[in-house]
């Protein structure tokens, strides 16, 4: 059992059983073994590659996406770019050599921000930045001035936690993490139920033993975003694999050297994160008052002309180099990759139209 593993098990010793959401966040943010506050997990090195890894398109379209989206209110004054979660920098990077291309008033005029609480990632992000200007870091979105906000997230929700409740014969009940009788950690139904109006549609027809999972921390994030962009302009761009509807299903996962593991198997040492269910983001952002639009991630970056930027990029590329690009976009965008398990969701004040999102 990892050091991690250990101390939740003495948790839940003097304790009793815990939610899946408190494990999740005992794993990915405990200050002494949590995933993100001792790991570096991106890249070829870590546990799983991000799109701003794979392709230096993903943040060139992100940059002309924040762009257009800057340019549609009319070019406001004092604007932040900001990423939440921003890995090890290597979106932002992008997005400012764009920006500096595309929309150089932008980019002068703006100011950079990067929202993270992980001190080592903290440090990684500062390295990959060090030639590409002046940046602010936060460790949380309060922190931010109160200017018009353009925020960017990759990969950010699917990481914070979920709560699981699992169908039982006397109706759905939250899904703990216990002992058994090894002393080793196991799921099990515990004594907890949930309001019936957040289950899914097609809740009732679910079998015993179907799971469903809901996430307060995710609402609560895009409603602090949602309500700074409806304050103060702005526009918000998150982009993450999961559902467009809610649905019955069991999403929790690990990560541990590009490869699934067990969820509970190394507490600490492997990433976890669950589907987003983009909908209830969406809802989120319009009850604040704002628009939201959602396509796949192959829809926004096509839209975005992924296949335009491939083609200058292999102009007066050899051969290899061509196979190479053609491979990231299909890897981004293709059908069979993150293409439709990826979603990116627009969060926009009424009426504003930016492209891809257009339709």
């Known amino acids: 059992?990892?050091?991690?593993?250990?101390?939740?098990?003495?948790?839940?010793?003097?304790?009793?059983?815990?939610?899946?959401?408190?494990?999740?966040?005992?794993?990915?943010s405990d200050p002494d073994y949590g995933y993100y506050t001792t790991r570096q997990p991106f890249g070829r090195d870590g546990d799983f590659t991000t799109a701003p890894e794979i392709s230096q398109m993903f943040g060139e379209l992100v940059g002309v996406w924040l762009a257009s989206a800057w340019q549609a209110l009319d070019s406001p004054a004092g604007a932040m770019v900001v990423e939440i979660g921003p890995g090890r920098g290597t979106l932002m990077k992008?997005?400012?050599?764009?920006?500096?291309r595309a929309a150089p008033a932008l980019r002068d005029g703006a100011t950079f921000h990067l929202i993270e609480t992980s001190p080592g990632l903290r440090d990684v992000?500062?390295?990959?930045?060090?030639?590409s200007g002046s940046f602010t870091w936060h460790a949380d979105i309060a922190e931010l001035p109160d200017r018009p906000l353009f925020i960017v997230g990759?990969?950010?929700?699917?990481?914070?936690?979920?709560?699981?409740?699992?169908?039982?014969?006397?109706?759905?009940?939250?899904?703990?993490?216990?002992?058994?009788?090894?002393?080793?950690?196991?799921?099990?139904?515990?004594?907890?139920?949930?309001?019936?109006?957040?289950?899914?549609?097609?809740?009732?027809?679910?079998?015993?033993?179907?799971?469903?999972?809901?996430?307060?921390?995710?609402?609560a994030l895009m409603h602090k975003i949602a309500g700074r962009i409806?304050?103060?302009?702005?526009?918000?761009?998150?982009?993450?694999?999961?559902?467009?509807?809610?649905?019955?299903?069991?999403?929790?996962?690990?990560?541990?050297?590009?490869?699934?593991?067990?969820?509970?198997?190394h507490p600490g040492e492997a990433d976890l994160t669950a589907h987003v269910d983009f909908s209830a983001l969406a809802q989120t952002a319009r009850q604040t008052g704002l628009d939201a639009h959602l396509l796949t991630q192959g829809e926004f970056l096509l839209g975005m002309g992924l296949l335009e930027r491939a083609g200058q990029l292999g102009a007066r590329a050899d051969a290899a180099t061509r196979e190479r690009i053609s491979g990231e976009v299909e890897r981004l965008a293709g059908p069979e990759a993150m293409g439709t398990l990826f979603k990116a969701l627009a969060v926009l004040p009424p009426g504003v139209a930016v492209e891809s999102f257009r339709r």
């Open 125 to 131: 992000q500062a390295a990959t930045l060090a030639d």
């Open 154 to 219: 990759n990969e950010l929700f699917d990481a914070l936690p979920v709560h699981q409740y699992v169908r039982a014969a006397n109706g759905w009940r939250e899904r703990v993490v216990g002992l058994d009788d090894d002393d080793a950690l196991r799921f099990y139904a515990g004594a907890g139920s949930v309001d019936p109006s957040l289950l899914p549609r097609d809740a009732d027809a679910a079998p015993e033993g179907a799971i469903i999972e809901i996430s307060p921390a995710r609402a």
């Open 1 to 28: 059992m990892t050091p991690l593993g250990k101390r939740i098990a003495e948790l839940i010793e003097a304790l009793g059983p815990i939610s899946v959401s408190e494990y999740m966040a005992l794993c990915l």
């Open 230 to 265: 409806a304050a103060r302009s702005g526009a918000g761009l998150f982009i993450d694999y999961g559902y467009a509807v809610p649905a019955v299903g069991d999403t929790l996962q690990a990560m541990l050297k590009h490869a699934y593991d067990d969820p509970l198997v």
């Open 94 to 100: 992008d997005i400012a050599r764009t920006l500096a």
